[in-house]
């Protein structure tokens, strides 16, 4: 079958642009064949790859990447590693139960990536700083209070923050009120990645520049990439929002167009009105809200703008919009530092489902599949990834008897009027954040 949605490099990240020039990619050439082929160097595919060579260190694993490890959606986010539960409707935080597996499995993921970065010394400003869950208007507080009863009736950590006590950790009088909890992690999402995809155990052969145009199902499978092909008996899919190109979960998947801005770095005598917190990111408590960092090496970044990304196509306008919408968010919250100097624009793929639940488990014979992470990727495909390989290697781990308990994605329903009910949701959306944008 003709392999019909792939990504696409946009234009590099902000964090890509910022990393040191890669060596040459390697690229997957000839006829070739393996035990298992893992597609797609994300998070959730370096994760499944990498246990999968621990696991069976005499089995050849192949991961392919259609892009540069860093330049799909994995190294575009916002840099967040969220340590709780990220969907937070009442029907959610009500499941005590589901709650409590989802920190257990996102406060694996980031244990798991701790120990490798610290092993493989990833240069990828990892600091464990948390986050700040911001309201700028009485409605958004409003919406903050469960959040912060939810995490004293779960006996997890925070704090509940004022707005003085916020412009003096941020360095803005922006926010009314703020809930911060400390154990989340803040890194450079693409030297994360690239630097995850180099230290790969010795059994397993990563390409890169090598999108699958093709693939035929069977035993064994073959994947054709423009200078090659593979077969191998098992095929892993980390190919997350681009799964419904494969012709697997139709109309299961969401997929958004999300754009950041990134600053240069500010002057010290900008710096010297930003407040405490040196370091430190900002979700906002409303879905037209704006995504704010500081970054390690004092850059800001801001995320303003989304819209459904069937065709994930990119566009100028895209990047226009994004831009005009930060440079608003940006003035507003710190008219102190001037308007500001956003050296990168770029956009990523997001892959939501109706019921923000992720799809792990077996496909078809011989294809499994770790994907839609539902915007907090880096903790939840890391864990599926590592998930998805255990379970297909025979090992009873906690982790697998945690995810094979998740809901699986629900139809949306909406056939072709999704990109449709998309882009009006999010328009009410951000139509009615007003000062949260």
Not at 194 to 216: H, I, K, Q, Y
Not at 405 to 411: A, E, H, N, Y
Request: hydrophobic residues 40%.
């Amino acid at each position: 079958m003709r392999i019909t949605v792939l990504p696409r490099d946009d234009r590099p990240s902000g964090w890509y642009a910022n990393l040191p020039d890669a060596p040459p990619a390697r690229r997957l050439d000839g006829r070739q064949s393996a035990d298992w082929v893992v597609v797609g160097a994300g998070f959730a595919g370096l994760a499944a790859a990498r246990r999968l060579g621990e696991l069976l260190p005499d089995k050849r694993i192949v991961l392919i990447e259609a892009l540069r490890a860093g330049l799909g959606a994995s190294g575009r986010n916002s840099g967040f590693i969220i340590d709780l539960p990220h969907n937070f409707d009442s029907k959610d935080m009500e499941n005590r139960e589901l709650n409590d597996r989802v920190t257990r499995l996102n406060r694996a993921a980031i244990d798991w990536l701790a120990g490798l970065v610290e092993k493989h010394q990833i240069q990828c400003q990892w600091r464990k700083r948390g986050k700040y869950q911001a309201a700028a208007t009485p409605a958004g507080e409003r919406a903050n209070r469960p959040f912060a009863a939810w995490l004293a009736k779960m006996g997890l950590e925070h704090e509940v923050l004022g707005r003085d006590a916020v412009a003096a950790r941020l360095g803005t009088a922006h926010f009314r009120q703020a809930v911060y909890t400390p154990n989340g992690i803040l890194m450079q999402p693409a030297a994360l990645v690239r630097g995850l995809a180099g230290s790969m155990p010795p059994n397993v052969d990563v390409f890169e520049e090598s999108p699958v145009t093709d693939a035929e199902f069977g035993t064994p499978s073959r994947l054709t990439t423009p200078s090659g092909s593979i077969t191998a008996p098992k095929i892993v899919l980390a190919t997350n929002g681009f799964t419904d190109g494969w012709g697997f979960l139709r109309h299961r998947l969401i997929r958004i167009v999300a754009c950041a801005n990134l600053t240069g770095p500010l002057t010290d005598q900008q710096l010297a009105t930003m407040g405490s917190d040196e370091n430190w990111g900002v979700t906002p408590v409303d879905l037209g809200g704006a995504t704010l960092r500081r970054t390690a090496d004092n850059r800001i970044l801001v995320r303003t703008y989304m819209r459904y990304g069937g065709n994930v196509r990119i566009t100028a306008t895209d990047h226009a919009r994004a831009r005009a919408r930060g440079e608003a968010s940006f003035r507003a919250r710190w008219p102190q530092l001037g308007p500001p100097r956003f050296e990168h624009t770029w956009g990523g793929i997001v892959c939501l489902s109706r019921n923000h639940a992720p799809y792990w488990g077996e496909l078809a014979p011989g294809v499994l599949a770790a994907v839609c992470c539902n915007g907090v990727g880096a903790a939840k495909c890391t864990i599926m990834g590592r998930a998805i390989a255990e379970w297909a290697a025979g090992v009873d781990s906690e982790i697998v008897r945690d995810m094979a308990t998740l809901p699986k994605p629900d139809d949306h329903r909406l056939g072709p009027l999704i990109g449709a009910a998309v882009n009006l949701r999010l328009a009410w959306a951000q139509a009615t954040a007003g000062a949260e944008r």
